[in-house]
């Protein structure tokens, strides 16, 4: 691993004063706490609203692509800079035992986005006070998790009144230590799509399934050719199909399965890659459906389409961690997660960035991950300043 640290040059750095950090890191349990799941945010966004009103921006707007929220800091006439983050939690069940613990069984902050709504609610308490030559919107997006959230947001027509001409965003990343920023132009992240498929034959009694349909066979050809398409040589960069579920018959012992359900995930780095998965896989479904005789249906869900970064933004940001002694690395390969800012940065320009949140933090989506507020700080200075260099 190379990390890149370059001596700090004359520039003010943008500092949150202790007061403010001390109010954002409790506003940010509050957000801990309250979780919601995608699509059902609304506690979650009338809170933002509240401390919103407090930073006492130009205009709210609610309720863009579901429960999600914009505040908008100066005139349109200007350069507009979006900054996005996340309103939605996770269906896991929190196992830490703070005062901050989510209140809502099965549902918590496992991704960190509590802490990415306070960092942009740092940003805010900023722009009440100071004011830039450029119009800021913070948008609260609802629904990441589940891969619509972003495509709802940017199909809303109250968003057309404040599409912005760059847009930014940032993601904790553990495994990586704290305040490390993580570069990567092109692609950041990788495409990926949830596959459902079902298979429909004939029940009969078990102790003739000579006079019935299973989907035993197939279930099985299926689930290894598809991971055999993990081993070919066929596409341009990374691949992968990983079955994470599956379900044959009844448990009843007297009955041989007549259904069944595979679940997989497919995902790649290039969105071509991604088609062509797609269709290798659905090429092995209906042709072992067709053989053993079923019926088969197939349905997509959770699509995230990969995020591509502007190199030029990319670039800037390398300028920004020079320019304010910001430790930084250049990633070689693009993360395997996906995340839905792909859907603003395929018609704005924009640039998602990660900061360590810890070498030895939990990893995402774990129970007992807990987002580190000591590395709100250096995201907040990065993004300030980063603005500072858009034109």
């Not at 939690?89 to 703070?98: G, H, K």
């Not at 088969?296 to 933004?313: C, G, M, R, V």
């Amino acid at each position: 691993m190379t990390i890149l640290k370059k001596e700090k040059v004359k520039q003010e750095p943008v500092m949150i004063s202790k007061t403010n950090f001390e109010k954002i890191k409790s506003i940010r349990k509050e957000l801990h706490k309250i979780a919601e799941l995608s699509g059902d945010e609304i506690k979650t966004s009338q809170k933002i609203k509240h401390y919103l009103e407090e930073f006492n921006p130009d205009k709210i707007i609610e309720n863009i692509g579901g429960y999600g929220i914009a505040a908008v800091f100066g005139s349109s006439n200007k350069t507009k800079i979006m900054l996005r983050a996340e309103l939605d939690a996770l269906p896991i069940q929190e196992v830490n035992e703070f005062n901050y613990k989510s209140i809502h069984p099965n549902v918590s902050h496992k991704c960190g986005h509590d802490g990415h709504m306070s960092i942009l609610l740092a940003c805010a308490d900023y722009f009440s006070s100071q004011k830039v030559d450029k119009q800021i919107i913070l948008l609260f997006q609802p629904s990441e998790e589940n891969g619509k959230g972003a495509k709802r947001a940017s199909a809303d027509p109250k968003f057309e009144e404040i599409k912005p001409d760059f847009i930014l965003s940032f993601h904790n990343l553990p495994g990586y230590q704290k305040n490390l920023i993580l570069l990567k132009e092109n692609t950041f992240a990788a495409a990926s799509v949830g596959m459902i498929i079902k298979l429909q034959g004939v029940s009969t009694h078990a102790a003739h399934p000579e006079n019935g349909i299973s989907p035993v066979i197939a279930v099985t050809k299926i689930l290894q050719q598809i991971l055999k398409l993990n081993d070919s040589n066929e596409f341009e960069d990374f691949a992968l199909a990983t079955p994470i579920h599956t379900n044959i018959g009844e448990r009843a012992f007297g009955t041989a399965p007549h259904k069944a359900e595979i679940l997989i995930t497919l995902r790649a780095f290039k969105d071509s890659d991604m088609e062509k998965l797609k269709k290798k896989s659905l090429k092995i479904v209906e042709e072992n459906a067709v053989s053993e005789k079923l019926n088969y249906s197939i349905e997509w869900d959770d699509e995230f389409q990969s995020t591509i970064n502007d190199p030029l933004l990319i670039d800037k940001l390398e300028e920004v961690c020079n320019e304010n002694a910001l430790e930084y690395q250049r990633l070689l390969v693009p993360f395997r997660w996906s995340e839905d800012f792909g859907v603003f940065t395929q018609q704005i320009k924009g640039a998602m960035f990660g900061i360590g949140s810890g070498e030895n933090s939990p990893q995402l989506h774990n129970p007992d991950y807990d987002f580190p507020d000591d590395i709100v700080p250096a995201a907040v200075k990065t993004i300030l300043a980063l603005i500072q260099k858009l034109n």
